[in-house]
């Protein structure tokens, strides 16, 4: 294995590739299993919109489970394809079906591994008598007066905890396509570290590249089209055709970002099974 490195660059020219070879598959699957539960989503929760807020929480959490689901299940089938191109649209649904279960589950799995990082927050606020109510509907007076020590430690902790995070996420970068083609579930988790190792750097670079992408793009239409909408809708609250037309841009913005992304990764997994475990065939 020695002397086997993944290129970055090599690994984003086979995404372009396959994207270009196969933009009417990837098109109908992100339409149908990301971008309509993304706008559809989106539509709901403003349409549900109510004055109470505890019924619309409940309301707008049900709604964003079904559509996470969804989007779970394209991401799995985008997955499939990348891996196998001769699946098509159905054959790659067809996987996608028989491995969400395992993919959901660990999905669950890898986020109470990143919520325990978050216990030391959890422990001090709770300690502290942090108003959560007021804290959720964005009420800065919630929190808590703090003694300096407490508040230098949680400082600190966050100095440490954002590399730790971008590592472990740069660990965990390929365990879709593990649980999906190797058909593991915990073990999925092992395997990823092992696959990944010597390269969460570079990882992280480009985990960083594509927020920076993301975050600008979003930032740049969200802020045109929504200033346009706003004038248009006249501070009505609730479900308008503006929010509409917004949802269904946003839509179009995080369908994008989440088929390179995914598509991304899975080349990423081809070639670190490719370079590391040459006699591997992927059929």
């Given at each position: 294995m020695?002397?086997?490195v993944v290129k970055?660059?090599?690994v984003?020219?086979r995404t372009t590739k396959f994207l270009r070879a196969?933009s009417g598959?990837?098109?109908?699957?992100?339409?149908l299993?990301?971008?309509l539960?993304?706008?559809?989503g989106?539509?709901?929760?403003?349409a549900?919109?109510?004055d109470?807020?505890?019924?619309t929480?409940a309301a707008?959490?049900?709604?964003s489970?079904?559509?996470?689901?969804?989007?779970m299940?394209?991401?799995?089938?985008l997955v499939?394809?990348?891996?196998?191109?001769?699946?098509g649209?159905?054959?790659a649904f067809?996987?996608a079906?028989r491995?969400?279960?395992?993919?959901?589950g660990v999905?669950i799995?890898v986020?109470?591994?990143?919520?325990l990082?978050f216990?030391p927050?959890i422990?001090?606020?709770f300690?502290?008598?942090?108003?959560?109510?007021?804290l959720?509907?964005?009420?800065a007076?919630?929190?808590?007066?703090?003694?300096?020590g407490?508040?230098?430690?949680?400082?600190?902790?966050?100095?440490?905890?954002?590399?730790?995070i971008?590592?472990?996420?740069?660990?965990?970068?390929?365990?879709?396509?593990?649980?999906v083609?190797?058909?593991?579930?915990?073990?999925?988790?092992?395997?990823?570290?092992r696959?990944t190792?010597g390269?969460?750097?570079k990882?992280?670079?480009?985990?960083?590249l594509f927020?920076?992408v993301?975050?600008?793009?979003?930032?740049?239409i969200?802020?045109?089209f929504g200033?346009i909408?706003a004038?248009?809708?006249d501070?009505v609250q609730?479900?308008?055709?503006?929010?509409i037309?917004m949802a269904i841009i946003?839509g179009?913005?995080?369908v994008?970002f989440?088929?390179?992304y995914?598509v991304f990764?899975t080349?990423?997994?081809?070639?670190?099974?490719?370079?590391?475990?040459?006699?591997?065939v992927f059929?």
């Open positions: 020695e002397g086997h970055m660059g090599a984003w020219d196969n598959a990837v098109l109908t699957i992100s339409a299993a990301i971008f539960p993304t706008v559809v989106t539509v709901l929760q403003a549900l919109a109510g109470d807020p505890t019924s929480s707008g959490g049900i709604v489970l079904i559509t996470t689901i969804i989007s299940l394209g991401q799995i089938a499939a394809l990348a891996i196998d191109a001769t699946l649209t159905s054959g067809s996987v079906g491995r969400l279960l395992p993919v959901i999905s799995l986020s109470l591994i990143f919520l990082l216990l927050f422990v001090i606020l300690g502290s008598g942090v108003d959560w109510a007021a959720q509907a964005g009420d007076s919630a929190m808590p007066e703090m003694a300096g407490m508040g230098l430690f949680l400082g600190l902790y966050t100095v440490v905890l954002i590399p730790v971008f590592w472990l996420a740069a660990r965990f970068s390929v365990i879709m396509p593990v649980v083609w190797e058909r593991l579930g915990v073990g999925a988790i092992g395997r990823t570290f696959l190792k390269y969460a750097l990882i992280v670079g480009v985990f960083i927020l920076i993301f975050i600008v793009a979003g930032l740049a969200g802020g045109v200033a909408f004038l248009t809708t501070g609730g479900l308008t055709v503006g929010g037309l946003m179009l913005l995080t994008v989440t088929v390179i995914t990764l080349k990423l997994y081809k070639s670190l099974i490719e370079e590391t475990e040459p006699a591997a059929e």
